[in-house]
Structure formats: C-alpha cells, structure tokens
C-alpha cells in the first residue's frame, strides 16, 4: 500500500478511510476520478486552493474541498473563510506552497495546514472521496471524522 502524508494522518487520527488506486489514463479532475473508481460523481470531491489579499488568524491561503461536478462560489468561499475576498491559487504556486500537484492535492498532508472548509453537502452523505495526495489515488473516508481531524469547518461553497 502506497503511504502518502494523508494516509499517515488519517492512520495516526485512527480514521477509517478505503483507499483506491487507478490509472489516470484521460483526466486528472475529480468528475473523471469518479469513473476510475466507480463512484457516483456527488461522492467525489475537489481540493482547491486560494489566496486573499487578507488574512484572517495569520492565513492568507484557505482550502476548499467541493463536490466534482460543482464549482466554487467565491463570494461563499470567502463568507465561510472570514476574508473580503479570494482567487484560485495560481498553478504555479501549488506545488511549492502544498507539496502538492494539480490532480493529486488533499486537503491532508500539505507543507503546511491551512485552514480548511468542506462544502455542507458531504456531512450528509456516509462517505465521500477526496485525493489520496497523488495523481492514481483516492481516499473514501467520512467527512465528519475528517473535519473533526483536522479542524476543518462545513459551509455552502458553491454554486447554484
């Protein structure tokens, strides 16, 4: 089994999680992941990094962790994060401030832990799917356990 950062945080917080392997052989974005692992799309989430102008508790760069199909408000985004406002984190900054690359970046295990918001649908659903922290792997874990983990907050995130 491969051990990614994410993995060894969920096994140190005792989180029960299933992590599946696939070959991300057309697309690396979340709708795509949902295919390769045979789950429905509304289960599969994406991982996405801002920044604001301001900062809020000494951070300046919030994740957002949302379902794959749907996309981020960022007039919510920045609501739920306490900030005037945010923008996607450009490409190029991924790698070096997460550790992360596009198509591989949880919201467990980055360089550092910025504070994180996962969409309110997730605390519904038993499980849902988010990065395993490398392109080719997915971590099934509940929503609720993650957050509890990793102090992340629930809140409406996207669009309509």
């Known amino acids: 089994m491969i051990k990614t950062n994410a993995v060894r945080i969920l096994e140190k917080a005792k989180i029960t999680y299933h992590l599946y392997e696939y070959d991300a052989v057309s697309g690396v974005d979340a709708v ?85 918001y996962i969409d309110q649908s997730a605390e519904r659903l038993p499980t849902f799917c988010i990065s395993g922290g490398k392109i080719g792997l997915t971590l099934e874990l509940n929503a609720v356990q993650l957050a509890e983990a990793i102090g992340a ?8």
Not at 85 to 113: A, D, I, R
Not at 153 to 160: H, V
């Open 32 to 116: 795509s992941v949902a295919g390769y692992v045979q789950k429905p799309v509304e289960q599969v989430f994406k991982t996405l990094v801002t920044e604001s102008p301001t900062t809020q508790h000494g951070f300046n760069y919030f994740v957002f962790v949302i379902p794959a199909a749907k996309e981020l408000s960022v007039k919510k985004a920045a609501v739920a994060a306490g900030v005037k406002s945010v923008e996607m984190l450009p490409l190029k900054k991924l790698l070096p401030l997460t550790g992360y690359v596009h198509g591989g970046c949880s919201p467990l295990g980055m360089k550092k832990q910025f504070p994180v």
């Open 153 to 160: 907050r629930f809140a409406d995130l996207t669009l309509e």
